[in-house]
């Protein structure tokens, strides 16, 4: 079997899908299933206004070990229009047995469907939350047009429709009801994160040395992701706790940086919260090493990788109802699910920094529950599913 996923962007800094995409294809690789990704040369997610070409080391860690593709983009860059890109898939496409599509919204996904379609060849969709009914909300004119020029069909003639959790199923379940549904998480590499780095470093990099509870949050800086919540929920533990720090890691691309260091200044904890920017895997392992608590108030999380990540590095987790995990979370008592304010995440958090028994505990069911999402838990799931949609 041969697989082609098409993306807008693998870009590390573009979040959760372009890593995925890296991963399965890793996994896919190490049993034998010969497959490559086709994406634009975008260093930015399509959405912002910056226009620059990926650099190799700003892609996803083990991208030079897959088949990876990069076509340059034109404009209108917001719809990540890529001619070449287009010709490529036109020419290749019949190469495949299966057709993995990205999101729903942008010209790679566009028309890699319709040559798929063109060429007889089955394909299967990964929405990465685009129909949440928070996401529903937003851009409503563009995707209106979007809907009735090519979502719909490009969703009704798909094989299956790919979703990470059995809630992000049921809250896409009122569209195309007829086409199948398969629920497969992406994976993390479990072993790995069971060895971090020196707690040190990133301590004595970001945070001037300071041997404090550190609360981390590791996400894309975004409207979505409730920093805002955090920010405030922090200052009340920081009234508690006054050497606390708060360290958010995550790339700005929607410039809502300077806001939320206003709201922190008004809260009077601008000095003790710290954007990171993209930090290095390095540094990222090294924060999860000295967190005492991972947090993440989203008003909408298709899956929550990150906090996975957080889980299997035996980190203690607080998140919202809306990250689409939380359910399963909850029921095997390996995190903590709170209503997205201020008032419920701080007392969650002020929970675990006060017990060390609470986080230990915590910590090592996470880690249990974590070790499922590995991708060698995982990856005969997803040959299967390309075998389903395949067939």
């Known amino acids: 079997m041969k697989v082609l996923q098409v993306i807008p962007s693998v870009a590390h800094r573009t979040g959760g899908p372009a890593v995925m995409a890296v991963e399965i294809a890793r996994a896919l690789e190490r049993r034998g299933v010969s497959n490559a990704i086709y994406a634009t040369d975008m260093a930015y997610p399509a959405q912002t206004a910056r226009r620059q070409r990926v650099r190799p080391d700003e892609l996803p860690p083990g991208a030079a070990e897959v088949e990876l593709r990069l076509f340059p983009a034109r404009p209108p860059h917001r719809f990540a229009y890529s001619p070449l890109l287009g010709r ?17 919204f942008l010209y790679p996904v566009v028309t890699a469907y319709r040559e798929a379609r063109r060429a007889d060849v089955p394909y299967m969709i990964s929405l990465h939350g685009a129909l949440d009914p928070w996401q529903r909300t937003r851009r409503r004119p563009r995707k209106a047009i979007a809907d009735r020029l090519w979502v719909r069909r490009m969703l009704g003639a798909a094989a299956v429709i790919h979703v990470d959790t059995p809630d992000e199923e049921r809250l896409a379940s009122d569209v195309v009801p007829h086409v199948p549904r398969a629920v497969v998480a992406p994976g993390i590499d479990w072993d790995g994160l069971q060895q971090p780095s020196p707690p ?48 958010l890691i995550g790339p700005d691309d929607q410039g809502l940086r300077p806001r939320l260091l206003e709201l922190a200044a008004t809260e009077g904890v601008d000095e003790r919260v710290v954007f990171a920017g993209m930090a290095s895997e390095e540094e990222k392992r090294s924060a999860l090493a000295a967190a005492a608590a991972w947090a993440l108030p989203s008003l909408a999380e298709a899956f929550g990788i990150a906090a996975v990540e957080a889980l299997a590095a035996g980190v203690p987790v607080v998140v919202s109802p809306s990250v689409n995990l939380a359910p399963e979370l909850e ?23 006060r017990s060390d028994e609470r986080r230990r505990e915590l910590g090592e069911r996470g880690r249990e529950f974590a070790r499922r999402y590995d991708w060698r838990a995982l990856a005969p799931r997803w040959v299967e599913t390309y075998e389903r949609a395949a067939a």
């Open 200 to 247: 040190r470093l990133f301590r004595e990099r970001y945070l001037g040395g300071a041997d404090g509870p550190l609360v981390l949050s590791v996400a894309r800086i975004a409207e979505n992701k409730g920093h805002d919540v955090l920010i405030r929920a922090f200052a009340s533990v920081a009234r508690e706790l006054p050497d606390a720090s708060l360290a």
């Open 88 to 104: 490529a898939l036109r020419r290749d496409v019949r190469e495949y047995d299966i057709v993995h599509l990205h999101t729903i």
């Open 331 to 353: 029921a095997a008592g390996a995190g903590l699910v709170r209503e997205r304010t201020p008032e419920a995440f701080a007392e969650a958090l002020l929970t675990l920094l």
